[in-house]
Structures are given as C-alpha cells and as structure tokens.
C-alpha cells in the first residue's frame, strides 16, 4: 500500500521557520522523483520545490527561491522541505508527491499559517 505522509506544518509567525517532512511507504522511493505542492484557500496547487530521485538536482518556484531547501534522505525513505523566512503569502496547504513517468502518488498534505 503506497503512502505519503507529510508533518511538520503549523502555525508561524512571518520571519520563521518550519522543517516539512514526507515519509514514503509502499513504493521504491529512491527511483521516484519527489516534489513539494501547496494549495493556498481559493487558489490552484502549485509547484513549490523538487528533487531528483538521486537528489542531484533540485528546482524551486520563483516565489521561494534562496527561501527554501529540499532535501530527501532515500535511506529513510524521506524528503524534507526546510522553509525559512516565511511569509504570510506562504500560508498554504502543503503536499508531498512522487513521480516517476507518469505514476503519480499523492499525500493528504499538512498545514502551514503565517500569521503574527
């Protein structure tokens, strides 16, 4: 049974940080490649970061760029997503996904609020 299971979210104030993680099961993560997604209320989801599956090479939205890090361990089958400076803009829900071809696994997403 394949999942994706994302924590980490929570209520910021504007200026910190939080560190996303997404646990894979059920699937050979360490041939997918892994992406960050967030779905702000009212807007569409959006790419926010990717990695490869070897971890070589990362790409990231314009908007999160020198921001945001991903990172994945496929030791732990894990990818990460350290989000610093965070903005109010930032407030989203964000989702995990692997991707390898046209198979594409989703997580349920976890939270963030930025917001003093």
């Known amino acids: 049974q394949v999942q994706l299971v994302e924590s980490g979210g929570g209520l910021v104030q504007p200026g910190g940080s939080l560190r996303l993680s997404c646990v894979a099961s059920g699937f050979t993560f360490s041939t997918y490649r892994m992406r960050w997604y967030r779905q702000a209320p009212g807007k569409e989801r959006e790419l926010v970061a990717g990695?490869?599956?070897?971890?070589?090479?990362?790409n990231y939205a314009d908007s999160v760029k020198g921001r945001f890090h991903i990172s994945r361990d496929n030791a732990e089958n894990t990818v990460y997503l350290q989000m610093n400076s965070l903005k109010p803009e930032d407030t989203a829900v964000y989702y995990c996904n692997a991707a390898y071809f046209v198979i594409n696994y989703w997580g349920k997403g976890t939270p963030v609020t930025v917001s003093s």
């Open positions: 990695i490869t599956s070897a971890g070589g090479s990362t």
